[in-house]
């Protein structure tokens, strides 16, 4: 017994001894390539901070000996790949993937037709990586851009998820005809125009999922873009989306959920502050009387209520975005294959979005020739709005914001009130009643051939199709102001757009002695677009439970449009490099488009470029910490066609205006100009590319020279003539400046600090406009000024002894009767500012990763609509701003508010205060801005839980969209597209969202 | 290999060869149709002037966007009211004063209807250089088409002359210009003119040409009759030479009766006999006293909106309850009310309403959503009984007073007053008061008091002198901006 149990202590002591003492054991794993899956040879697997070490084998094995302890950590190494290092733990098998180490230079970049290594590259593109683009956290790959691509800048008039954006490529180009650049999604010419008819704004562009976006690159001088001709005057955008690659199938999942809410406040009168101001305001006309009534209508200031408006038209909205995606392949076929799901509610209550994609991008290869590419993207996106923002005293937006806050919004019992003394719809009423949803189903679709006729001949022959339908649903509740009159309004409308192209192409490349490098293009291009649509609405519901059928209501309108247009073009590219250190291209297209007049139907589109990478000369030789410096010029010619549809031709239209006694008529609405063409952008660019310390410090340098001519203005014509104008092609001007871009890794190694910065300084200047010396001050534009300008006479505040307001006259005198002499510039315009860009700064310790992105704008102005209707001195019977507050009441009184006078004009002013219409710059408010845009912050676990877990990969992360601004501006957003009309639109959100990335 | 290149290359060529045909950009717009075809046809020539009819309404677009300039679709209603004394706003805690700038005669604040107007002509001018050269047409179809489209140009040329121009008869520091006559049609760019302004009388003498012509067209052989009151008739000519010849006075009132009398046996328009009818005329869809009246046929042809932008939104507010439609905040002025006498049955085409600030109000109950939703009206343009006191003033101001009388007193037994007596100023007085009160809100009153000289009293401002360059519409700058060769009114 006793011998057993000494036995029994022994084992047990031998067993503890080898758990202390035994302190080796073996892991082994196999270490493979991230982009390829196959396995690597030759990598070194080291014990960190040991000399302990080994290689992996043929198979891409390796076997280490590692101590029993778990703070084992591996470090693998590998030529032209990143070190990752490896917690053990207590696993005995430990698989590693490493990445590719792009050096920059070598980073590939989708040009026209091709692509082309950044080093080769002498035009000037910018390049977006799909990564940077996911790392926000909307549901339109426009909005990921923002603030990070040099030249190109991005607002909206409005913050609806899903609405359009503007996008401007090196400034605005035009002042009647198309601003936006051309969009190439996988080979697919794609027009970014609204197609929707009743929402409030809608951007064909945002079935993407930004997701599957592998990179995005801006082209933006001739050079780059002359290939695509006379569509390429604003710029082309080319997306291109993930591809699968050879390996075991990688599965990933991303989950994200989040809440919006107003990214800036609004400060209005409560209910006591209204009582009193609303009857100053009806006491200082003189009207007694109407004070009176004010008395007895809301009471006394002590015992108003206060109800709030805006309170009840917000929410804290919800975000939601699920996507799986499922990608890999074998040598001869690759594959993509993405489903996702997002949904955003906006803080405004009424204005929805929901979107669900499937994509499918096949790579397969035939034969050693032959092999075919497709790239299919499904998508539906179902979007919510109230009205297009205008005026109206029933859009929510204006209506809630405009709440009289002494008005119950809800009744006693619970259910709206919908009995507002202001005869305004109750906001709530409309939301709950009245609808206008709008569907929009989208197929965007590619495929390809190639053949190889002989190695570096490549024959491409490539098919496209955009085809997309939107169904949209309007309905006025007959109870409802929109709807009372009409006894209730039913509105079907229905879009078709069906987009086809092909592109046929023939490459060479050819690398001659390991010197001469040689690439060639040939290829011809055909689109042909045709837009239809149905608009009908009908008037009268026999109860308001029938808002959704045509059917009963008497019809009211019923009209359709077909709009067609057909481009043509052949072009070819020669490229020409020697010893990686001379580069030389040119490019010519011949392009022609239907929307040209007869006489003017093909145009010739040029482009030549040369770069000299100072680095690889021999005499540089001694500065090693210069990887490249590159110099590049180009100068060249591309178009804009973004006419309408048929401006060569004189035309009769029939329609609603034409009609008479239900009769159908006909109008001569159109003069035509068959010399019309298209306008002619002519870009001079040089740069500067530069990489320095193994790419610590990189980036490049641009300035251009963007000439707009043949700018389509429309000369005005007698209306005693029956027209008011016709459009020719006359006139130019100028967009110039510089960009710069600057990366940097401030800081390398367990602590990672990264930024990426850059700004661009652009001036417009409008050169010459219809006859010689002229201005056309009636459309805002001066030669010699930037578009966007604006003469008016100057806001000089408030006359303390009286409350009148003041205006400066032209030699800077007061006065309270501005005539059209007293006008002057203001400072800044509405469209181009004097420079913006975007900063990111990331800071990464082991898993734990925080980015900061700020994106600012200085030097524009914008005209606050909102702001003039919420201080309009009660003038309209609704609420107003705190501000009203400071209104002038006493004599000696210093302030900006003049006295409240609801009337059409202060007696003793001649200009209205109130609104655009009294053509001051009072509410004209400085649009410059810093925002932090986004702040995330994100965990990837090691992988010694990870594959525990079974997976590859997985990242938690919140992150903050539109977290703080920093502004004068005094209205809701000053991302609003400058120059637009900002009433009634709503704002961005602000928006914290909680996230998950998962792969296996 | 180099044969396989080759013969790719030659393919590239073959593309490139294809682009040598341009049929391959064709595209054809759907929605509209060449010039050159448009008016070959009599359907075609018929649907241009039923487009001239619709631009009576309102320049292209106006049903389109909110808050479009309008012609008869409310400006030339409201504005000669607003210009003069039949109206006043709201207080302006309530009100929208839309027009408000007209109402106090603020300088540049007019009538803006050179746009409009001069669409209706280039569009009337289109038909009728077409209608002469249909070939598959017959006399009677030509004839037809022609007399409307000519009705139509006088009809607006009228409107312009008297908006821009002094009354021959009272030309002020001999100010004697009127508008550009354009005659003929723009069908191209080559053909676009930079016109001068003809002189006043001879605008107002190819106002006569055009109707007179227009009458014989009328009256040829084999012409039927267009529908009245909603196209131009013979009854309808009669009735605006008889307006045309009382603007020119002197000579002209002989003319003027004797147009009269042949509108009012023409069987165009129906004098309604009783207060109960009068009252419930402006109830119907289409006016029975019409002679010539703009038709709305939908909705679709109303200004948007119809609550904000359409006569009746101006004139009323009507409250259902839950919400208060339209803006009403153009109402009845106390001056006017006060001419009324008891049991005028027309103070009964009038409503009381209380604001919502508790102003009360009295609005015009002429239009009054009468085609079944609010702001959904057709607009008389000439009523039977302006014919009436037309001829009245002619009869009186000719010295046959006894003739007078009897057109004075129809209209005013029909409104249930009894008869008045009166003779030689006094006389044309009353006549001119009895106009005031049957036409107001109709877009009547400012030309009743410029057409002879008179200074325009005002409600709520001083009367404006007729010396007083406000009197005239300013020429709109954009167009004086494009045509060097216009001369603006004076002062502007």
Known sequence: MKKKTLLFVFVLMISWQTNVFAQERQVTGTVSSTETNDVLLGVTVQLKNTSVGTVTDLDGSYSITVPGNENNILVFTYMGFESREIEVGDRNVVNVSLSEFVESLDEVLVVGYGTQKRKEVSGAISSVKGEEIAKITTPGFDRAIQGKAAGVQINSSNGIPGGATEVRIRGTGSINAGNQPLYIIDGVQVTSDSRTANLASSNPLSGLNSEDIASIEILKDAAAASIYGAQAGNGVIIITTKKGS?????????????????????????????????????????????????????????????????????????????????????????????????????????????????????????????????????????????????????????????????????????????????????????????????????????????YDIIPGLRFKSSYSLEYTTVKEELFYDPRSTAGIALNGVVRFNEAEVTNWQTDQTLTFNKLINDKHSINALLGFNYRNETF???????????????????????????????????????????????????IIQATLRR??????????????????????????????????????????????????????????LSLFASNADASYNSNAGILFNQLGNSDLGWERNVTTNFGLDYSLFRDRISGSLDYFVRTTKDLLLNRPLPNTSGFSSIAENIGSLENRGWEIGLNTVNLD??????????????????????????????????????????????????????????????????????TQEDRVFLKDNLTTPDYYGGITNTFGYKGLELSMFFQYQVGTMQQDQPRAWLLSDFKYNGNQYVEALNRWTTPGQITDTPRLYPGSQAPGTSSSVFGSGGGTDRFYSDASYLRLKSLSLGYTLPESLTSRLRLDHLRVYIQGYNLLT??????????????????????QSRSYTLGIQASL | MILRLQKYILLSVAVTGMLSCESMLDTEPRTSIAAGTALNTYLGVEAALNGAYAALRGPEGYTGSPGAATYYGREMVIYPELLADNVRNVNPGTCSCRGSAQLVNQAGSHLDIWEAAYAVITKSN????????????????????????????????????????????????????????????VDDYGKVEFPERAGVTEVYAQIEKDLLQALDLFSAEGVESPASPVYATEGATHALLSRLYLYLGNDRYEDAIIQADAALSSGVGTFQETPESYVSMWEQASNPESMFELQFASTAELPQNPNDNTIQANYQ?????????????IVVADNLLEEYEAGDARREVMVDYVRSDGEQVIETNKFQGSKGSFGFDNVPVIRVSEVYLNRAESYARSGNEGEALNDLNKIRNRAGLPDAEASGNELIEAILKERRLELAFEGHRFFDLTRLGRNIPKETIPAISFGDYRILAPLPLAELDVNQNLEQNPKY
């Not at chain 1, 959704?548 to 481009?567: C, D, M, R």
């Open chain 2, 126 to 185: 289109l038909v009728i250089d077409a209608a002469d050269l249909l070939e598959e047409a017959s006399d009677a179809e030509k004839a037809v088409l022609k007399a409307q489209a000519l009705f139509l140009r006088g009809y607006v040329y009228f409107d312009l002359i008297k908006t821009y121009a002094y009354n021959p008869n009272h030309i002020q520091n001999g100010f004697d210009l009127g508008v550009p006559l354009i005659l003929e049609g």
């Open chain 1, 966 to 987: 920093w502004t004068n501006y005094t209205g809701l957003d000053p991302e609003f597209a400058a120059g637009s009309y900002n009433m009634g639109s709503v704002p």
């Open chain 1, 532 to 582: 239809t649509n149905l608009n009908t609405q009908g008037n009268g519901v026999a109860i308001p439970e029938f808002g959704e059928t045509l059917t009963g209501t008497t019809p009211a309108v019923l009209s359709s449009a077909y709009n067609q247009f057909i481009t043509v073009g052949v072009f070819g590219r020669v490229g020409y490099t020697f010893d990686d250190k001379y």
């Open chain 1, 591 to 648: 392009d022609g488009s239907s929307r040209f007049g007869s006489n003017n139907k093909f145009g010739w589109f040029p482009a030549i470029s040369g770069a000299w990478r100072i680095a690889q000369e021999s005499f540089m030789e001694d500065t090693g910490f210069i990887s490249e410096l590159k110099l590049r010029a180009s100068y060249g010619e591309t178009g804009n066609s973004e006419i309408s549809f048929y401006p060569g």
């Open chain 2, 317 to 329: 507010q009507i409250n259902t309850g839950t919400t208060r439609i339209g803006f009403g905040d």
């Open chain 1, 246 to 450: 050879t390996g075991k199938p990688v599965i990933s999942l991303d989950v994200y959920t989040g809440i919006t809410s107003m990214a800036q406040d609004i400060d209005l009168l409560n209910g006591p502050q209204w009582v009193v101001l609303n009857r100053e305001a009806q006491v200082n006309t003189g009207n007694v009387l109407a004070g009176y009534y004010a008395d007895a209508l809301y009471g006394s200031p002590e015992s108003a209520p206060t109800y709030d408006w805006l309170d009840a038209i917000t929410r804290s909205g919800k975000i939601y975005n699920a996507q799986l995606s499922v990608s890999g392949g074998t040598e001869k076929t690759k594959y993509y294959l993405s489903g996702s799901y997002n949904s955003q509610e906006h803080q405004f209550k009424g204005y929805d979005f929901a979107r669900g994609t499937f994509r499918v991008n096949m790579d397969n290869e035939l034969s050693d020739k032959i092999s075919l590419q497709t790239r299919i993207n499904l998508s539906s996106v179902k979007q919510h709005s109230m009205d297009v923002p205008s005026f109206q005293t029933y859009n929510i937006f204006i209506s809630g914001l405009a709440g009289v806050p002494v008005e119950p919004i809800y009744n006693e019992d619970g259910s709206i009130n919908t009995n507002l003394r202001s005869g305004w719809d109750n906001p709530l009423f409309s939301i709950a009643n009245n609808k206008n949803t709008g569907i929009t189903n989208q197929v965007v679709g590619n495929f390809a051939l190639n």
């Open chain 1, 749 to 818: 190694g367990d602590f990672k600090w990264t930024t990426n910065f850059n700004i661009t300084f652009i001036k417009n200047e409008i050169r010459s406009l219809l006859n010689p010396g002229e201005d056309l001050p009636a459309s805002n534009l001066w030669i010699g000024r930037p578009m966007g300008s604006r003469f008016m006479p100057k806001w000089a505040g408030v006359n303390p002894a009286d409350g009148r307001a003041m205006w400066y006259t032209k030699d800077g005198d007061i006065t309270y009767t501005p």
